[in-house]
C-alpha cells in the first residue's frame, strides 16, 4: 500500500501567497476601493498610470498582469467614469494610449496614502530589510513563472 501525500496548506507558498493577497484585497477594497466604485483590477490600472505620463493599452495588459480583452473592458470603463483618457498612438494607429485624467489623478493622489497604509499593517512589527527581501522573493517568483510560461 502506498503512502497518502499530504499537503501542509500553512506551509505551501502558494496558498500563503494567495490568502495574504486575499486578506489584503478585501481590506483595500473595503476602506478605499468600493466607495468610489473601483475594483482592485481598476485600481492596478489607475496605480500604473500614476508613474507614467501615459501608457500604451498592451504595455499596461503586462504591468499589472490583466489580460488584454478584460483590460480593454476595464479602460472603457474608466473613461467612462472620467478617470483615463485613450487615445490613438502618433506613431501607430493600432496603439491605444491611456493616461489619467485630471479627476483620475486627484483620486489617485488620495487613495495612493490608503494603500501605503495597508502596506505598513501588513508588515507591522517585519524589520525593514525583511520586508525588502520579501518584495524581492516575490518579483524573483514571478519572473521564475514568466520564464516558464514563456519557455512553452
Request: a positive charge.
Amino acid at each position: 500500500m502506498t503512502q497518502k501525500q499530504r499537503l501542509d496548506l500553512d506551509n505551501y507558498l502558494p496558498y500563503l501567497l494567495n490568502r495574504v493577497g486575499f486578506a489584503m484585497v478585501d481590506s483595500f477594497t473595503a476602506e478605499a476601493l468600493k466607495d468610489n466604485g473601483l475594483s482592485i483590477d481598476m485600481w492596478r490600472v489607475l496605480a500604473a498610470l500614476s508613474n507614467a505620463d501615459e501608457l500604451r493599452q498592451v504595455d499596461l495588459s503586462t504591468k499589472t498582469s490583466i489580460d488584454a480583452s478584460t483590460m480593454s473592458r476595464i479602460v472603457s470603463r474608466l473613461v467612462h467614469m472620467g478617470l483615463v483618457t485613450r487615445s490613438r498612438s502618433k506613431t501607430s494607429s493600432r496603439e491605444v494610449l491611456v493616461a489619467l485624467s485630471p479627476k483620475g489623478g486627484t483620486l489617485v493622489q488620495r487613495l495612493i496614502p490608503v494603500a501605503h497604509q495597508l502596506e505598513d499593517t501588513t508588515a507591522a512589527d517585519l524589520p525593514a530589510k525583511d520586508l525588502a527581501v520579501v518584495k524581492r522573493a516575490l518579483r524573483h517568483f514571478y519572473d521564475n513563472l514568466v520564464k516558464v510560461r514563456s519557455a512553452r
